[in-house]
């Protein structure tokens, strides 16, 4: 889970990265509310811990603009402001928590379990592992990197076992879509990951899981 962290304390915000990166989670960190519209503009994260009161652009019109750009990303606040009015605004705006400092660490990753962080559902194949929400894979103990368009037909395949998946909608992954090259791709995808992947004659192709 990759989080991004707007903390103008520049302790803390080394305190909670480390804390957080020691319960497994990937931490960004910014302490300018500015950081954040840079951070965001290149990566994508699972979730945002906003601050308030930071430098430049504080955490409510942080959030407002980047919601307002579409982004749908789950946000908490963690601020020493307490009143009703400021936590009101929080919420109108599109935050989903919220903590008053001072906290406790441990409170904050129960939280993030509890209502953001997802059981990972892990498809096996024989010797293989695939996460599909990552898209991480790995044969035996070792990850396997595939190309763009191999990566997203075994994504089709594998999260359709014992499904036929029609050659129309797996050649919508090349970049020349052709019956060839998807005989070719597969065949590659095949070789490089010792697996079956069965023809289905006039239907499309399939990962059967016996």
Do not use: W
Not at 15 to 29: A, H, I, R
Not at 113 to 133: G, H
């Amino acid at each position: 889970m990759k989080i991004l962290l707007l903390e103008d304390d520049q302790i803390l915000c080394t305190s909670l990265k480390e804390f957080l990166e020691l319960e497994g989670y990937n931490v960004d960190t910014a302490h300018r509310g500015t950081e954040v519209f840079d951070l965001t503009f290149s990566q994508t994260y699972d979730l945002y811990i906003l601050d308030i009161n930071v430098p430049e652009v504080n955490g409510f019109d942080v959030l407002s603009e980047l919601k307002n750009a579409g982004d749908t990303t789950p946000a908490m606040y963690i601020t020493a402001l307490s009143d009703i009015n400021s936590i009101a605004k929080g919420f109108k705006i599109g935050a989903d928590d919220y903590i008053k400092k001072p906290f406790d660490p441990e409170e904050l990753v129960i939280r993030i379990r509890s209502k953001y962080q997802q059981e990972e559902t892990l498809l096996t194949l024989e010797d293989i592992c695939y996460n599909p929400t990552t898209k991480l894979l790995k044969k035996g103990s070792q990850t396997v990197g595939l190309g763009t368009v191999q990566q997203n037909l075994f994504h089709l395949l594998i999260t359709q076992q014992n499904k036929i998946v029609d050659a129309f909608t797996l050649m919508e992954c090349l970049e020349n879509p052709s019956a060839n090259a998807l005989r070719v791709n597969l065949a590659k995808l095949k070789s490089k990951l010792g697996i079956e992947i069965k023809n289905i004659r006039g239907q499309g192709y399939m990962i059967e899981n016996i």
